[in-house]
Nanobody
């Protein structure tokens, strides 16, 4: 299975930006979808964004639409999450998730939301007021 290493987390003030990176150990096309989920303190896992690695189609959670952008660099086998206009409620550990099978009966974002795929060690994002 593909190995994933996230980076780019940190501490920012509300309204700031961060870009997370997820380096994969295999060709990015070996996955069907790549995405990000987050888990804040005392909160459930939340699917944030997903990209179809073959077609480039993207999907986002309602809480981040218009603020976050997922993208991929095929040459670097890396997936990014650009996060703008960050809010304190975005504070969480962010995990990159790889779906090496196409989900059945649900969207890729739903699959990531409920725990399908496999993920890295996560990177912490803290947003202060």
């Amino acid at each position: 299975q593909v190995q994933l290493v996230e980076s780019g987390g940190g501490s920012v003030q509300a309204g700031g930006s961060l870009r997370l990176s997820c380096a994969t150990s295999k060709d990015i096309y070996s996955t069907y979808f790549m995405g990000w989920f987050r888990q804040g303190p005392g909160k459930d896992r939340e699917g944030v964004a997903v990209i179809d690695t073959g077609r480039g189609a993207t999907d986002y959670g309602d809480s981040v639409k218009g603020r976050f952008t997922i993208s991929q660099d095929n040459a670097k086998n890396t997936v990014y999450l650009q996060m703008n206009d960050l809010k304190p409620e975005d504070t969480a550990t962010y995990y990159c998730d790889a779906l090496e099978e196409s989900p059945v009966g649900m969207t890729a974002l739903q699959a990531i939301d409920i725990g399908f795929g496999h993920w890295g060690q996560g990177t912490q994002v803290t947003v202060s007021r």
